[in-house]
């Protein structure tokens, strides 16, 4: 595990403000995330590293909407806050288990993500990864490359 230092922050606040101004988009939640972990700067922002992008917002925002085109479908928005702490706690665990953000998007639905959000957003954020893990009854251990690949093997070997 990675410590949480200076850059994370940076970066985790980054993702944040990011999530936080995707509600002024005219495309859903749901589409908004949906783009942004198929975007080129996920791919920049996984590689944990403030050197290798702009932690400009607007241009962040640009660059998602010129890379997918801009779009209205979709109605469903969360709350800018509850968008701001999605994108942050994204951010921190990817940051601090080193692990990409596709994968955390499958472990911890962003819906999910909202549902706790009001009982989670005051806490601690490793508060909130362990009772994510505790919700979702799995361990820690998910988030080791050689775990994850070692509980496929036996899954396969079962088969």
């Not at 990675?2 to 589409?31: M, P, V, W």
């Not at 660059?63 to 779009?71: C, L, R």
């Not at 968008?83 to 639905?109: A, C, D, H, P, Q």
């Not at 909130?128 to 496929?152: A, G, P, Q, T, W």
Request: with cysteine; glycine share 4%; aromatic share 14%.
């Amino acid at each position: 595990m990675r410590k949480f230092d200076h850059t994370g922050l940076l970066l985790a606040e980054y993702q944040g403000k990011l999530f936080e101004k995707s509600c002024d988009l005219n495309c859903s939640t749901g589409i908004f995330i949906r783009r942004f972990l198929h975007s080129d700067l996920l791919k920049k922002l996984d590689l944990n590293d403030t050197s290798k992008l702009s932690l400009d917002v607007n241009e962040g925002i640009t660059n998602i909407t010129e890379q997918f085109g801009d779009s209205e479908y979709g109605s469903v928005k969360y709350s800018k806050s509850s968008m701001f702490w999605i994108g942050y706690m994204y951010r921190y665990i990817s940051y601090t288990r080193e692990i990409n953000t596709v994968l955390l998007s499958k472990l911890f639905n962003y819906k999910q993500l909202n549902d706790v959000y009001f009982s989670f957003h005051t806490q601690d954020p490793e508060w909130c990864v362990r009772n994510l893990l505790e919700i979702n009854n799995i361990s820690e251990d998910i988030f080791d490359n050689n775990c994850r690949f070692k509980n496929l093997i036996i899954q396969k070997n079962m088969y």
